[in-house]
C-alpha cells in the first residue's frame, strides 16, 4: 500500500458550515468557529431551504409569493441571530440561503466553493433528532466530495478523545491522516479494528493467532507509514462482533469525543467498514463522526 496522502494538507482554508438556525446548531457553530479561528479560514455558511409542499392533506396549501419570502427571510434572520450570538466576529462570515434539498445543495456548494470541510449537525439529544440529523450527514457523505465533520450535540471544543475504525484500507488510513487538523491539544488516538462475529468464531485457535497476529503487524505497519506526530498519543485495540455495535459500544465506554471512519474497505476477508457499518456508525453515535469518502477530491 503506497503512503496515505494528506486530504487536507495540515490547514483548513474554507469551511462549510450547513446550518438551519435551529437549537441542534450551537454545537456545530461552536466547533466550526474554533476550527476556522485556529487555521484563520473563511467560512461559508449556507441554508438549504426545501420547497413546502403543495399539497397536504388538509388540502391544498396557498402558497403565494408572500409567503414564500416572508419564509426565507424568516429562516434568514434566525441563523443570522443565532451566528451573532454565538460568535460576534461572524459578521465576516459569508451566509446565503439556497433554494433545494440539504443534501444536495450542501455537497455542490462545498464542490463549487473547494471547501476543505463540511460541518453539519448530527442532531440533537433525542433519539429521533439525532435518525434525522443522522440521515443528513448520511446522505450528504454519499454525495460530497469533501469530508464531513457532523458534530454530535455535546460538543463544545475540538475533539481530543479520538477513536479511529481501522480496516487497514487506504480508505481507512485517509480519513485517520485527514481528521488530524481537526484534533484539540492533548489529543489521544485509538485505532480500533473489529474482527467481525463469522470470523471470530473460535473453531480453529491456530487461524484465530495467525489472524490476531496479522492485525498487531498491520497496526505496527499503519503507524509508521501515517508518521503521526509524537505531540498525539496513539494506542490500539482489537474488538470482537458486530463492528458498529462494537466501536459505538467501545466509544462510549472511552467517552470518545470524534468517531473517525472510511466509508467502505478493500480488505476481502474483513468486511469491518462497509457502507452498512459506517451507516450504523452515523446514526447510532452520541459524539461527533468525521467521515470521507473513497476516490474523493484531495486538497
Known amino acids: 500500500m503506497t503512503t496515505a496522502q494528506h486530504p487536507l494538507d495540515g490547514k483548513l482554508k474554507i469551511v462549510l458550515l450547513a446550518s438551519d438556525g435551529s437549537s ?66 461572524s459578521s ?57 465533520l457532523a458534530v454530535g450535540p455535546k460538543a463544545a471544543a475540538l475533539p481530543t478523545r479520538v477513536l479511529a475504525a481501522m480496516d487497514f484500507s487506504e480508505t481507512s488510513e485517509r480519513a485517520l491522516l485527514a481528521a488530524l487538523p481537526l484534533l484539540g491539544d492533548g489529543a489521544k488516538i485509538t485505532m480500533a479494528h473489529v474482527v467481525p462475529r463469522d470470523i471470530s468464531m473460535g473453531v480453529w485457535p491456530a487461524w484465530d493467532d495467525a489472524y490476531e497476529n496479522a492485525v498487531k503487524t498491520s497496526f505496527i505497519e499503519t503507524r509508521k507509514r501515517l508518521a503521526i506526530p509524537e505531540r498525539i498519543a496513539v494506542d490500539d485495540a482489537v474488538l470482537y462482533g458486530d463492528p458498529a455495535r462494537e466501536l459505538l459500544g467501545y466509544a462510549e465506554r472511552t467517552q470518545a469525543d470524534l468517531i473517525v471512519i472510511g466509508t467502505h474497505g478493500h480488505n476481502i476477508i474483513v468486511r469491518t467498514l462497509l457502507g452498512r457499518t459506517s451507516t450504523k456508525l452515523i446514526r447510532g453515535a452520541r459524539c461527533s463522526v468525521f467521515a470521507i469518502s473513497p476516490e474523493r477530491r484531495a486538497h
Open 24 to 89: 441542534a446548531m450551537e454545537s456545530t457553530i461552536t466547533v466550526a468557529h474554533q476550527l476556522a479561528a485556529r487555521d484563520a479560514a473563511k467560512v461559508r455558511v449556507v441554508t438549504a431551504v426545501e420547497a413546502l409542499p403543495a399539497v397536504t392533506p388538509e388540502g391544498n396549501l396557498p402558497l403565494t409569493p408572500e409567503i414564500e419570502q416572508a419564509r426565507h427571510q424568516q429562516l434568514e434572520q434566525r441563523v443570522r441571530d443565532q451566528l451573532s450570538r454565538l460568535v460576534p466576529e
Open 92 to 148: 465576516a462570515w459569508t451566509v446565503e440561503q439556497i433554494d433545494g434539498p440539504p443534501d444536495t445543495t450542501i455537497a455542490r456548494v462545498a464542490h463549487d466553493c473547494h471547501a476543505d470541510l463540511i460541518v453539519l449537525g448530527l442532531g440533537e439529544h433525542r433519539m429521533v433528532d439525532r435518525w434525522f440529523g443522522g440521515e443528513t450527514a448520511l446522505r450528504v457523505l454519499r454525495l460530497a466530495d469533501v469530508p464531513v
